[in-house]
Structure formats: structure tokens, C-alpha cells
């Protein structure tokens, strides 16, 4: 039975984004999270009452968390075979990658709305807003993947971004230090190199494709630097609100989650803009 988006007045946003978070089909579910946020930006500032902020949401049994298709079948990372973007099976698989990630980042961004209750408002509008942008980065690629032919599913994909919400799901400050600030940000790094990747293809057939793609990136990385900063943001608020010294409890939870050692190269800049100290800057690639 799929999930009831019912946005009426007597529904509060939060469970609508569980609602959101539960849509199988990836193009049904990038409609309902537009239709959320538009719903909350028609309210201007009388929001504050649809939030229920402080409510304890529990899924429903006909919720499923998350909502996915199908497809792509999930397998560990090291399965995941190599991409190169020189011919167009290989382009398009790499372009498929991106937008896996992208499908993930809504469904993260829509359960840091609904599991979270008692944090302030600011928190559930921002990763509202978070939401309805990975949603128009992976119409993007989905719109692209069509144009080569493919369609999101069309090839195998790994599971490791869900994966760390669900060691953290009992926890919003490990689920800001791993998250957005470590897994997502991975993409502030890599994203250039993926561009430069993409300068080097010189296949006639692929030209305009690449081009669209590498115009596609610069959007994603645009805003992807505004989706770490609010991870950082309410990291650094839940570390100030239990008195907790931001870098070294950020290691326990690197340690105690497994979270992936990060390797460079680094995206300083892009990291910098995030809202990344200098001190942040100098741990990574630490053991």
C-alpha cells in the first residue's frame, strides 16, 4: 500500500516528508518532494505551527524507510565496477552513479526532517530545502540518463550513504558529523575531478552530452556546498548544546560509526565555504 501524501492543514510537514521519504518510484518521489516544499514556501511565515517540531514520528506499517524502486540492484562498493566516460555505456553508468547518489541525498535529507523531533525550526527548513534541491539534481541526471538511452536501475549501485543513516538513526549529532559533513562531502572533493574526467572525452557523439553533464555538476556542486554547511551548521548547535568539543567527539563518532577514512585529493576551498575550520581542514586524511 503506498504511503498517503496528505498535505492538508491538520498534517504536519515533517510527517509529510516521512510520507515523502516512502514514494518507491524515484520520479513520484522527486514530484512529492517539490510538492512539500512548495506547499511550506506557500506559507511564507506562518510555518511554525506545521512543523509539530517537537512530535516523536513513528512509520506506519504501510511506511517503508526508505522508499525505492526495484532497481538498481545494491551490492557491496567493491562490485561496483569502474566508469569511464569515454564511450557511452560508459558514460552513462557514470552519470547513473551520480544520480544514485542523488536519490539517496533526497531520502536523507527527507529523514533528517521527520526523525528528528525538538530541534529548532531553522533545522527542519533547511533540510527542506536541501531536499527539494538533490530532488531537481537527480531530474537532472534522470532527464540525461533518458537522452543516452538508460533510465535510473539500469545498473548496479552500492548502498553506503543509507547505510550511515542507519547507524545513525537513534542520533541527529552522529547523523550530522557522518552525513552530510562526511560522506556528502566527499562530493565537494570529487566533483572536480569527475569534470576534469569529463574535459578529456573526445568522443564526437558524446560532446554535447558531456558538456550538459559538466553544466550539471557545477549545479550540483554549487549547491552541495550549502548542503554541508547546514550539516556543519547543526553539527556544530548539537555539539554546543551538550557541551561537546566539536573535533574530537567528531573522531569518537568516526570511530565508533566506521565512517570511511577520507582520502584526498581536497576541495579546501569548497570545504572552507562549507563552514570547515582550519583545524577540520588540517585532520582530514588523519588515520
Request: glycine share 6%.
Amino acid at each position: 500500500m503506498p504511503p498517503h501524501h496528505d498535505l492538508s492543514p491538520n498534517r504536519s510537514l515533517r510527517a509529510a516528508a516521512l510520507d515523502a521519504l516512502c514514494v518507491q518510484d524515484p520520479s513520484e518521489k522527486v514530484a512529492s518532494t517539490h510538492q512539500l516544499w512548495s506547499t511550506w514556501r506557500d506559507m511564507g511565515a506562518d510555518d511554525a505551527h506545521r512543523w509539530d517540531a517537537d512530535a516523536q514520528l513513528t512509520p506506519s506499517a504501510h511506511h517503508t524507510v526508505p522508499g525505492r524502486p526495484a532497481q538498481p540492484m545494491l551490492v557491496p562498493p567493491a562490485q561496483v565496477a569502474q566508469r569511464t566516460p569515454h564511450t557511452p555505456e560508459g558514460f552513462a553508468a557514470l552519470m547513473h552513479a551520480i544520480a544514485h547518489i542523488e536519490f539517496n541525498a533526497i531520502n536523507l535529507a527527507l529523514d533528517a526532517i521527520w526523525r528528528f523531533g525538538g530541534m529548532p525550526l531553522d533545522y527542519y527548513r533547511q533540510w527542506l530545502q536541501v531536499a527539494h534541491e538533490e530532488a531537481t539534481h537527480f531530474g537532472l541526471l534522470r532527464d540525461l540518463l533518458a537522452d543516452l538511452g538508460h533510465r535510473y536501475g539500469d545498473f548496479p549501485a552500492h548502498d553506503g550513504l543509507w547505510e550511515m543513516c542507519v547507524k545513525t538513526q537513534h542520533d541527529p549529532t552522529a547523523r550530522m558529523a557522518l552525513v552530510p559533513r562526511t560522506l556528502e562531502a566527499r562530493g565537494l572533493d570529487a566533483t572536480p575531478l569527475i569534470q576534469q574526467r569529463l574535459r578529456q572525452v573526445q568522443a564526437p557523439a558524446l560532446r554535447e552530452r558531456v558538456a550538459r553533464a559538466s553544466a550539471i555538476l557545477d549545479i550540483i556542486l554549487r549547491d552541495e556546498i550549502g548542503h554541508v554547511a547546514v550539516g556543519n551548521r547543526w553539527y556544530a548547535w548539537l555539539c554546543a548544546q551538550q557541551g561537546l568539543s566539536p573535533v574530537p567527539h567528531y573522531r569518537h563518532l568516526a570511530r565508533l560509526h566506521a565512517a570511511p577514512r577520507l582520502r584526498g585529493p581536497f576541495n579546501l576551498d569548497a570545504r572552507r565555504s562549507a563552514g570547515f575550520s582550519e583545524i577540520e581542514l588540517a585532520e582530514l586524511g588523519k588515520p
